[in-house]
């Protein structure tokens, strides 16, 4: 088991972009003594599990929360770039049906991340079994594009 990330942010008042908190979210944060996780002026709270792993627990639709990593970096003005993609979005099609979390480009498209989706009615044992699983989700992808 993954030890619990810690937080950072700014200090922003404890919810989720003017949002309630995330109930499974919330208790996940005081079962590992976390406080308000210290979230950012946008909502979203950073967990950080050791020196490389950073996910990002952002508000999402109707309550949900997204939990959000970067991967690997992705540089589509090359052919190797392409090839990558192609390559990383074929083995997600493969895997879609097994997990939950998606493969997505940043906004910049110079980086692949992997988001999940958390319900909003999710306990913190729920919470954190979603948070273990894309943890070692990250992990497979990173292995599997060469960042690790």
């Known amino acids: 088991m993954n030890p619990p990330g810690r937080p950072r ?16 979210l919330a208790q996940y944060l005081e079962r590992n003594g976390l406080g308000d996780g210290a979230p ?8 950080e599990f050791g020196n490389r792993l950073r996910v990002m627990v952002r508000p999402g639709f109707r309550g949900d929360v997204v ?7 992705i540089d589509l003005k090359s052919r190797q770039g392409e090839e990558r993609l192609t ?4 083995v997600a099609g493969n895997r879609w049906l097994r997990t939950s ?3 997505v480009l940043s906004p910049e498209l110079d980086m692949l991340m992997l ?9 913190a044992d729920e919470f954190e079994r979603n948070l273990h699983a894309f943890l070692d989700a990250v ?10």
């Open 87 to 90: 390559q990383a979005l074929e």
């Open 40 to 47: 950012r002026s946008d909502g979203s709270i950073a967990l």
């Open 139 to 148: 992990g497979f992808w990173r292995r599997y594009l060469g960042v690790l």
């Open 9 to 24: 942010g700014d200090g922003a008042p404890p919810t989720l972009a003017g949002r309630p908190r995330h109930r499974g």
């Open 67 to 73: 939990l959000e990593c970067r991967v690997a970096p």
């Open 101 to 103: 979390e998606t493969l």
């Open 115 to 123: 988001q999940q989706t958390v319900p909003s009615d999710s306990g």
